[in-house]
């Protein structure tokens, strides 16, 4: 089972940017859907974004038009710019493959506060 590692959290302002980075423990040149995933205290985990091996992707209305998905299959990496954050975006990020899940890993923080 591949294993995934978030990191790129930080604290910043609202408006400033952020790219987090999830590198997988093998290769997802075959993994045809992952995603990037948030949960906020007192909240049930949501998909932010997602996207195929085909790079098609989908974003969370909330998110739209601020965040962008990417994949590195050479690097074995996926990351999610952040442009435009808010104090509603602050939660820990996850990374996960979607059908099936792999096993959760910590996460990363983000924190948008003035």
């Known amino acids: 089972q591949v294993q995934l590692v978030e990191s790129g959290g930080g604290l910043v302002q609202p408006g400033e940017s952020l790219r987090l980075s999830c590198v997988a423990s093998?290769?997802?040149?075959?993994?045809?859907?992952m995603g990037w995933f948030r949960q906020a205290p007192g909240k049930q985990r949501e998909l932010v974004a997602s996207?195929?091996?085909?790079?098609?992707?989908y974003y969370a209305d909330s998110v739209k038009g601020r965040f962008t998905i990417s994949r590195d299959n050479a690097k074995n990496t996926m990351y999610l710019q952040m442009n435009s954050l808010k104090p509603e975006d602050t939660a820990v990020y996850y990374c996960?493959?979607?059908?099936?899940?792999?096993?959760w890993g910590q996460g990363t923080q983000v924190t948008v506060s003035s």
């Open positions: 996960n493959t979607i059908g099936p899940y792999a096993s």
């Open positions: 996207i195929t091996r085909n790079r098609s992707t």
């Open positions: 093998r290769t997802i040149f075959s993994i045809d859907l």
